[in-house]
């Protein structure tokens, strides 16, 4: 770092339309104030003479329409300022968007529904950020669809959820989670069972559509739907999918020509498929930097995050009390299939789980499902559908006594009693 100012830091000033990007290096904190002028992060407001605290590992862009000057203090890897940014690009797809809103509020009809793609590491889920931002600062109430089932921004791993936003994201903590609807997908890849992903989707999106239908500002406040990088084959497919189930309005493609170009041939006409560059200050994320933003979520989740700690209960739970599901059986060969049983059923199928050993660290959904709901041909489809309302690790399993210790939001008793479990596992190292 280079010479102190403004309270110990290093002074930068930018002009209007650059932006600062720097990088918290591991182990360390960084803090950001703004002296003068006007700037933002992801979309959300810099408040004068605040610090602002970032975690080690923290990729940030404060960005200035106006021009501005900011300090840093604390040890970071990067800082640099940009010229070259994509903001104005971004301002104009988020001016078009308002205008399809403000029309739609003219003629009684519903706000845009946006999906956003590209390969991983484009800044997808920096871009939703920055739409959902400027249409809440603009008295919008968007809703903000996660299918993200690697890195969420609302939830933990393995989940897809929506969330309606009603402010712009806090600058060090991001969405104010209040209420998200949250589905129990159980992996970090759509790979996984993409059977499922699809049918998750499509229940987000009727969940959606169907708020839409009583609650008018969030028809016209629209979506904005957040997707994975995974961009070829089923992956490929879960897109169109997507774009289906939700009647996408309009698709941004970040940084991929062969990626927007598919989608051209292969959506219908009326949906406006456009093309962004991504941000030259999106950084490249290692395979250990990912699984450690996942530590990090569900972490939170249990702990909460720096301002605000939770203090996670730990009790028993005796195997009688509880059912335990795995969605999916192992595939198998459509010829060994049980006649009249499609393979679709198998990525479907409830599989009821013995625990073991195995199950320690693994992370639990606990589902909102009634109780008492009957298997029917082992296709629970109920199951699957209903949301989830928390979560819980096991930590430990003693099969002699037949029970197992879990971590927990919320002290004992679990408010359900069916299980979802998933392939994440969390030790908990507190
Ligand atoms: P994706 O959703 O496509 O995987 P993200 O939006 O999560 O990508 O961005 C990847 C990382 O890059 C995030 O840590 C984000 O904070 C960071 N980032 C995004 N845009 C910028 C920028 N302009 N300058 C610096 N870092 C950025």
Same mark, same amino acid.
């Given at each position: 770092a280079g010479a102190g100012a403004g309270g110990g830091g290093t002074r930068f000033d930018l002009e209007k339309e650059t932006e600062l990007r720097f990088e918290v290096e591991a182990g360390e904190k960084v803090q950001l104030e703004l002296l003068t002028g006007l700037a933002e992060v992801f979309g959300s407001e810099l408040n004068r003479n605040k610090k602002y605290t970032f975690p080690p590992g923290s990729k940030i862009a404060v960005f200035t329409w106006q021009g501005c000057s900011v300090s840093l203090s604390g040890k970071t890897e990067v800082a640099y300022v940009s010229k070259d940014t994509p903001m104005l690009l971004y301002l104009n797809t988020h001016a078009a968007l308002e205008q399809m809103r403000r029309q739609a509020e003219r003629d009684n009809e519903r706000g845009p529904r946006v999906m956003v793609v590209g390969p991983t590491d484009v800044g997808k889920s920096t871009v939703c950020r920055l739409l959902l931002s400027y249409a809440v600062r603009l008295g919008r109430r968007p809703t903000l669809v996660e299918l993200d089932v690697g890195q969420s921004g609302v939830s933990v791993p393995g989940t897809m959820s929506a969330l309606c936003i009603e402010r712009p994201a806090d600058v060090e903590e991001g969405y104010s989670v209040q209420a998200p609807l949250v589905y129990h997908? +159980?992996? =970090?890849?759509?790979? =996984?069972?993409i059977k499922l992903y699809n049918k998750l989707t499509s229940c987000l999106a009727e969940v959606f559509s169907q708020r839409c239908e009583v609650n008018r500002k969030a028809s016209v406040g629209g979506c904005i739907i957040n997707t994975c990088g995974w961009v070829k084959g089923s992956g490929y497919q879960a897109l169109v999918h997507c774009a289906s189930a939700f009647e996408v309005d309009v698709v941004l493609v970040l940084d991929q020509e062969r990626l927007y170009n598919e989608l051209k041939r292969d959506l219908p006409h009326f949906v406006r498929v456009v093309l962004l560059p991504k941000s030259g200050g999106v950084v490249e994320r290692s395979k250990d930097c990912r699984r450690e933003a996942r530590d990090d979520k569900i972490r939170e989740y249990f702990y909460g995050f720096r301002g605000v700690s939770f203090y996670p209960h730990a009790f028993d739970v005796r195997f009688s009390d509880v059912r335990i599901y795995k969605i999916g059986a192992p595939s198998i060969p459509d010829s060994c299939?049980?006649? +009249?049983?499609?393979q679709d059923d198998t990525q479907l199928k409830l599989v009821p789980v013995t625990p +073991?050993?195995?199950?320690?660290?693994h992370v639990l959904s606990v589902s909102c499902a009634d109780e008492g709901e009957e298997v029917a041909g082992g296709v629970r489809r109920g199951l699957l559908e209903s949301p989830v309302c928390g979560f819980i690790v096991v930590t430990n399993v003693d099969t002699q006594g037949q029970v197992m210790t879990v971590l927990s939001p919320a002290p004992r008793p679990l408010p359900r009693h069916t299980l979802l479990i998933m392939d994440i596992r969390f030790i908990d190292l507190k």
């Amino acid at each position: 770092a280079g010479a102190g100012a403004g309270g110990g830091g290093t002074r930068f000033d930018l002009e209007k339309e650059t932006e600062l990007r720097f990088e918290v290096e591991a182990g360390e904190k960084v803090q950001l104030e703004l002296l003068t002028g006007l700037a933002e992060v992801f979309g959300s407001e810099l408040n004068r003479n605040k610090k602002y605290t970032f975690p080690p590992g923290s990729k940030i862009a404060v960005f200035t329409w106006q021009g501005c000057s900011v300090s840093l203090s604390g040890k970071t890897e990067v800082a640099y300022v940009s010229k070259d940014t994509p903001m104005l690009l971004y301002l104009n797809t988020h001016a078009a968007l308002e205008q399809m809103r403000r029309q739609a509020e003219r003629d009684n009809e519903r706000g845009p529904r946006v999906m956003v793609v590209g390969p991983t590491d484009v800044g997808k889920s920096t871009v939703c950020r920055l739409l959902l931002s400027y249409a809440v600062r603009l008295g919008r109430r968007p809703t903000l669809v996660e299918l993200d089932v690697g890195q969420s921004g609302v939830s933990v791993p393995g989940t897809m959820s929506a969330l309606c936003i009603e402010r712009p994201a806090d600058v060090e903590e991001g969405y104010s989670v209040q209420a998200p609807l949250v589905y129990h997908f +159980g992996s =970090t890849t759509p790979g =996984t069972n993409i059977k499922l992903y699809n049918k998750l989707t499509s229940c987000l999106a009727e969940v959606f559509s169907q708020r839409c239908e009583v609650n008018r500002k969030a028809s016209v406040g629209g979506c904005i739907i957040n997707t994975c990088g995974w961009v070829k084959g089923s992956g490929y497919q879960a897109l169109v999918h997507c774009a289906s189930a939700f009647e996408v309005d309009v698709v941004l493609v970040l940084d991929q020509e062969r990626l927007y170009n598919e989608l051209k041939r292969d959506l219908p006409h009326f949906v406006r498929v456009v093309l962004l560059p991504k941000s030259g200050g999106v950084v490249e994320r290692s395979k250990d930097c990912r699984r450690e933003a996942r530590d990090d979520k569900i972490r939170e989740y249990f702990y909460g995050f720096r301002g605000v700690s939770f203090y996670p209960h730990a009790f028993d739970v005796r195997f009688s009390d509880v059912r335990i599901y795995k969605i999916g059986a192992p595939s198998i060969p459509d010829s060994c299939l049980p006649l +009249g049983m499609s393979q679709d059923d198998t990525q479907l199928k409830l599989v009821p789980v013995t625990p +073991g050993r195995d199950l320690t660290h693994h992370v639990l959904s606990v589902s909102c499902a009634d109780e008492g709901e009957e298997v029917a041909g082992g296709v629970r489809r109920g199951l699957l559908e209903s949301p989830v309302c928390g979560f819980i690790v096991v930590t430990n399993v003693d099969t002699q006594g037949q029970v197992m210790t879990v971590l927990s939001p919320a002290p004992r008793p679990l408010p359900r009693h069916t299980l979802l479990i998933m392939d994440i596992r969390f030790i908990d190292l507190k």
